[in-house]
């Protein structure tokens, strides 16, 4: 009895000795990215689906692969809801993984937004309205996506492309090529922002494409659109003739050739 | 006669390698070679899927496969044993040897640690050569599909390849697997010390896995949640998380999948955090065994 | 007997009485009950009576499987409690079991690893002992199939194995066909040659009357007779005569008539001995 006694006394210290070193183990293992704190999706999921979670221990991953699978098989028999379930599900529980939010995210704003507008079946307003909400859900996952991997170029990339694309916004997707731009240190995307914010309606952004532009420009990055765009822009924001590029093609200084 | 020592690692290495050799005998293997077939054929299953998944799902396959045997054998082989061993009255014959009774015990955890470690080894190694296979394999194909041939654009593909690829964050993640089994281990060591049956242990054990899963949320509730709103709640996390190991410091594998490194704090954090369960229940073990009726 | 002062027992065992804690709502049971006794170096003790009196919990107590409710025990000296009082001591427990899934021979090496023996040393015992057992054609198959005389005779092998000082042997000829029984009771004998102490239990009394130098009977938990076998028990040649109320010129008349056989003598007249197997079964039906 008395040695029972003892080894609860060690259990519980060991419990209280325990929380802290879990504590810091926990933290340590977030911050290495290893472990992922539950991100808060909001009131529809709470303890529930994160005990759930959480009970699956270290089988997480191989429970999304299935049901990633079965999303797959889903979209072959073009069951648009099912999808949507399935990737939500997918996306709780391995929310770190960009893959599943992009191609969630995809599904819905192309595959699934395309499909219903060309659908004959249906009366026009009902194909437009779900056109646009197909969109809409496609971009609501993306921002989640971006909410648990706010550094991801891949998801920020698929957003500008959405707006760039489906909701034709193009000061939103020139934000997002700048976050692309800064996560994967690639120029490419500070001109593909320069070219959304040409695109805009605003005075303002034109002067910030027109900013980045010539910046790329004078980096001596300039494929025709770059020139294009950039003349455009000199017009549109009556730049003196002194400091517009030349008129004429002037070719790249060989060596400096950069792609795009 | 050998004069007698009070604390001997050959007896314990004698303990642990009977311990081995008994579960070896109880045709673990055939677990093993279920897990080799397992992985060839996740490999090279499901071609339809786009090669990052085909990857993704291959490493998903074997690291269940290997988290269920490491915790299936933590947890039933460790409740057989003690049971086992009184029920036989092997127990007799061994303790009426100069054995003191904790070296019997860190013999029996040993036993089971080494099976399971020699067990993840080898499927490490197996898995291992899948995925590097079949990395080397798809990148040909997309190489080919893709007719990349300068060497910036082959070093583009072999880099998001590479990512689902082999690397060495996996092998720490096997480590990861191989922690949480040992803390199971002890644990179920620790339940079938008092248990009554075998039956008993198991279903304890496998209780508390679950909760010890769970124990990150319960143990933040309680440690935040500032309200004392519901005393009662508070009570009953504070309770759940001091009796449960938090095993969710182990689960890293979903991200070690998804390519993220493990760098040496984190393994550090990770071991550290398991030493201190398996001392803590080593030690509860022995209080528990030592004056134990035979 | 000698009075000179006692040596260092090999066991000793000191006002020792077990309970055993039942479940809830049960009543306790007491399975042994102050219970002194002795075994002195280079004896064979053996330690009878009926099954469930408390002979194996005593041998358990001894070798410390057990903890004493009350009393102690203790060997060559040291108490039982001590890992170390273990050293000098083989034990074959009662229905000995093994490993199913090591072999005769694997079995002796793993108990000698245990007792800190290795190497050439180690194996050259064990086949030792597989030899004296005669287990010797057995040492290559599973224990899981040996017989029941074959896996006593293991047991014995693995308590002998580290040359121990004392042996005790929990009912070592149960459920052993009479040959097996013979053999292990040779080898006993062989022991009390070599020097040995013996603790030995049984429920059969002529099996130990010839090994035992003295014996214990043991019922309800108490001990209820102990002494030497030739003190204890008459010798078989001879005859008694139990008269009641005999008269002193009776008892000459007798003596005469004895006198004038010429073949038969009178050794002794006085009170009556009684055999082992009497002995026994009086007093074990003692009420306690
Ligand atoms: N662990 C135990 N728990 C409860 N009772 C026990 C235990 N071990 C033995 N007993 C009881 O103690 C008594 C003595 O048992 P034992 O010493 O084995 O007798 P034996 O003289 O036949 O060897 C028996 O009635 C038995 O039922
Ligand atoms: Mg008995």
Redesign the pocket.
């Known amino acids: 009895m008395k040695r029972r006694l003892q080894a609860l006394s060690v259990l519980l210290l060991l419990g209280l000795v325990k929380l802290p070193v879990e504590q810091t183990a926990t933290a340590t293992l977030r911050e290495a990215r290893l472990l992922t704190a539950m991100p808060d999706f909001g009131l529809r999921d709470q303890l529930g689906q994160m005990s759930f979670a959480a009970a699956l221990g270290g089988l997480r991953s191989l429970v999304a692969s299935f049901t990633y699978l079965r999303a797959y098989n889903a979209w072959e028999n073009v069951n648009w809801a099912m999808v949507d379930s399935l990737f939500q599900i997918t996306t709780r529980l391995q929310p770190r993984y960009e893959h599943y939010w992009d191609e969630a995210a995809w599904h819905m704003a192309y595959n699934a937004a395309s499909y219903y507008l060309n659908d004959e079946t249906l009366n026009p307003a009902v194909r437009g309205k779900l056109f646009h909400e197909h969109i809409r859900r496609g971009h609501d996952i993306l921002q989640e996506g971006l909410r648990v991997l706010p550094e991801d170029p891949r998801l920020w990339n698929s957003l500008a492309e959405l707006y760039e694309r489906r909701t034709y916004e193009p000061a939103r997707a020139a934000e997002c090529y700048l976050k692309v731009a800064e996560f994967t240190g690639n120029a490419r995307f500070l001109r593909f922002a320069g070219y959304q914010f040409a695109q805009s309606a605003d005075r303002a952004f034109w002067q910030r494409g027109y900013d980045l532009l010539r910046a790329a420009y004078d980096k001596n990055q300039r494929p025709p659109t770059l020139i294009n765009t950039l003349k455009d822009l000199e017009k549109k924001l009556e730049v003196p003739a002194e400091r517009r590029i030349p008129e004429s093609y002037v070719p790249v200084p060989s060596g400096a050739a950069v792609p795009g | 006669m050998t004069s007698y020592r009070a604390f001997s690692p050959a007896r314990i290495w004698t303990l642990a390698t009977a311990t081995v050799t008994q579960l070896l005998r109880m045709k673990i293997l055939i677990f093993l070679l279920a897990f080799c077939a397992l992985v060839v054929a996740a490999g090279f299953a499901f071609p339809v899927l786009n090669p990052e998944q085909q990857l993704k799902l291959l490493k998903d396959v074997s690291f269940g496969a290997l988290q269920v045997f490491s915790l299936v054998i933590a947890i039933v082989a460790t409740a057989l044993l003690l049971p086992r061993d009184l029920e036989d009255r092997t127990l007799y014959t061994i303790l009426s040897k100069p054995v003191p009774r904790h070296e019997y015990l860190l013999g029996k955890l040993l036993g089971v640690l080494l099976l399971i470690g020699a067990g993840l080894l080898l499927m490490d190694l197996a898995f291992s050569a899948v995925l590097w296979l079949r990395e080397k394999l798809l990148l040909a194909q997309i190489i080919q599909a893709l007719e990349a041939k300068t060497p910036e654009a082959v070093a583009q593909l072999q880099e998001i390849v590479g990512k689902q690829g082999l690397n060495w964050g996996l092998h720490l993640g096997v480590l990861a697997v191989f922690w949480k089994a040992a803390v199971v281990a002890a644990l179920a060591l620790m339940i079938s010390c008092f248990a009554s049956s075998t039956l008993f242990t198991v279903v304890v054990t496998f209780c508390v896995v679950i909760i010890g899963h769970g124990q990150g949320l319960i143990r933040e509730y309680f440690l935040q949640g500032g309200t004392l709103a519901e005393p009662v709640k508070k009570l009953l996390s504070a309770l759940l998380a001091i009796v449960t190991p938090d095993l969710g410091v182990f689960d890293v594998v979903d991200n070690v999948i998804n390519g993220e490194a493990v760098g040496l704090g984190a393994a550090l954090a990770m071991s550290g955090t398991a030493l201190l369960y398996l001392t803590g229940y080593a030690v509860v073990s022995h209080l528990l065994f030592v004056e134990k009726?035979l | 007997m000698s009075t000179a002062p006692e040596p260092t027992p090999a066991v000793a065992v000191e006002n020792l009485s077990k309970v055993?804690k039942?479940g809830l709502g049960k009543r306790a049971?007491v399975?042994?009950r102050d219970l002194s006794l002795t075994v002195r170096e280079g004896e064979v003790y053996g330690l009878i009576?009926?099954?469930?009196?408390?002979?194996?919990?005593?041998?358990?107590t001894v070798l410390g499987l057990?903890a004493p409710t009350r009393g102690r025990t203790a060997i060559f000296g040291r108490s039982s409690t001590e890992v170390a009082s273990r050293q000098a001591v083989g034990f074959l427990p009662?229905n000995p079991y093994f490993y199913k899934h090591l072999n005769g021979l694997e079995t002796l090496l793993f108990y000698g690893r245990l007792c800190g023996l290795a190497g050439a040393e180690l194996r050259d015992r064990a086949r030792e002992m597989l030899s004296l057992t005669g287990l010797e054609d057995a040492a290559d198959r599973r224990v899981a199939g040996y017989s029941k005389g074959m896996l006593q005779r293991l047991g014995l092998a693995q308590a002998l194995l580290h040359r121990p000082r004392l042996v005790v042997l929990?009912?070592p000829t149960a459920g052993v066909d009479p040959a097996g029984s013979r053999k292990i009771r040779d080898l006993i004998l062989g022991f009390r040659e070599q020097g040995l102490t013996v603790l030995v239990?049984s429920?059969l009394l002529e099996q130990m009357q010839e090994v035992c130098d003295r014996v214990g009977i043991?019922a309800h938990?108490r001990m209820m007779r102990e002494g030497r076998v030739d003190e204890l028990i008459a010798v078989e040649n001879q005859t008694e005569l139990v008269l009641r109320d005999a008269s002193p010129e009776l008892l000459a008349g007798i003596r005469e008539l004895v006198e004038r056989d010429g073949r038969a003598a009178l050794v002794r007249s006085g009170q009556p001995r009684t055999t082992l197997e009497s002995l026994f079964l009086e007093a074990t039906e003692e009420k306690p």
């Open positions: 009726e | 055993f039942a049971f399975a042994v009576g009926p099954n469930g009196c408390g002979k194996s919990t005593t041998m358990k057990l009662e929990d009912e239990t429920h043991m938990g």
